[in-house]
């Protein structure tokens, strides 16, 4: 079966701090992207960075990581220097069969002032 | 460049009655995939369209229908609503195959 777990329901973090979200999946197909959105209180989901299968080098997009292991199945989102406006829902995703993306339950970031 | 926008924002509707859901994708996107969000939880896939033709649904009942026109806009289609079909739901479109995919801000269904 197909499925993303995130196993971290909320997490706090100091401004200016980096901050790692956990994320893992499971799939038997060995194409699949992995993806990242960010969800504030407004509700647009917002697209933050992409990983393909087989990209060997992690995805990174300014303040962005994704820290991509996957012989461990695991895709964590590591955010670098917080900022207030980083507070929001934050999802991992994953596309299989190039149609399909299926959602992890989300984790909520709070920064600290 | 407008973005992926969806309409209405908001909308009340009762038990029983029918629902259709507007999505007008991001320029150059052909492909629309529907998702509905429960309060609190991530967006479950409910299908994608690609040349006007469903290419794949998740684990929704035929009551969720779907159209997508020439010009790549999409249509969702809810019909005997149930309380439980209260979520937001999220438009999002792509240039086709294992893209990100652009979201719209969504619109937030209530039945009553």
């Known amino acids: 079966a197909q499925k993303i777990t995130q196993t971290q329901p909320g997490m706090f973090v100091q401004e200016k701090e980096a901050v790692t979200l956990d994320c893992t999946y499971d799939?038997?197909?060995?194409?699949?992207?992995l993806f990242w959105y960010k969800q504030p209180s407004s509700g647009e989901m917002i697209f933050l960075i992409y990983?393909?299968?087989?990209?060997?080098q992690n995805a990174t997009e300014g303040r962005y990581s994704l820290n991509f292991q996957k012989a461990r199945k695991s895709a964590n989102l590591v955010i670098s220097a917080s900022q207030l406006g980083d507070s929001a829902m934050y999802f991992c995703?994953?596309?299989?069969?190039?149609?399909?993306?299926?959602f992890g339950a989300g984790t909520r970031l709070f920064v600290k002032a | 460049d407008a973005g992926v926008t969806q309409s209405p924002t908001h909308l009340i509707k009762t038990r029983g009655q029918q629902v259709t859901l507007r999505c007008s994708p991001k320029?150059?996107?052909?492909?629309v995939s529907w998702y509905q969000q429960a309060l609190g939880q991530g967006p479950q896939f409910i299908f994608q369209y690609y040349e006007e033709e469903e290419r794949q649904r998740g684990n929704f009942p035929d009551r969720f229908s779907g159209h997508q026109f020439p010009n790549y806009s999409s249509e969702l289609n809810v019909n005997a609503l149930l309380l439980g079909d209260s979520a937001l739901y999220l438009c999002a479109s792509s240039p086709g195959g294992p893209h990100e995919q652009y979201f719209g801000p969504g619109t937030r269904l209530t039945v009553t």
């Open positions: 799939t038997s197909d060995q194409s699949y992207g």
């Open positions: 995703a994953m596309m299989t069969g190039g149609f399909k993306t299926i």
């Open positions: 320029s150059g996107h052909d492909t």
């Open positions: 990983q393909g299968s087989y990209d060997e």
